[in-house]
Nanobody, 124 residues
């Protein structure tokens, strides 16, 4: 059973930082590109970042460029999202998901095996 579990969310003040983790079970993480998505209250789910199977390419939404960094440690079967300079607009439930096949990230299509999500709240 393919499964992803997110963790690391919480309450932070504007300008603060959080590090989210996406841990895989039931499969080897290096077989998949991994994306981070988020859904704010009353809004549609949107892509945040993606990292390719090998880590050779990454992709970021314009809203988080320069503030968020995606990375992976395939030996630990985990993908991370380091979030710095957090803004109230970043408040959302954050999800990770997997995409097989092409070892490249240039968008947010084709992802599945969604985790349960982790809540990030940035106070104002």
């Amino acid at each position: 059973q393919l499964r992803l579990v997110e963790s690391g969310g919480g309450l932070v003040q504007p300008g603060g930082s959080l590090r989210l983790s996406c841990a895989a079970s039931g499969f080897t993480l290096d077989a998949y590109n991994i994306g981070w998505f988020r859904q704010a209250p009353g809004k549609e789910r949107e892509g945040v970042s993606c990292i390719s199977k090998s880590g050779g390419s990454t992709y970021y939404a314009d809203s988080v460029k320069g503030r968020f960094t995606i990375s992976r440690d395939n030996a630990k079967n985990t993908v991370y999202l380091q979030m710095n300079t957090l803004k109230p607009e970043d408040t959302a439930v954050y999800y990770c998901a997997a995409r097989p096949f092409l070892d490249f990230c240039a968008g947010f299509r084709g992802f599945g095996s969604w985790g349960q999500g982790t809540q990030v709240t940035v106070s104002s």
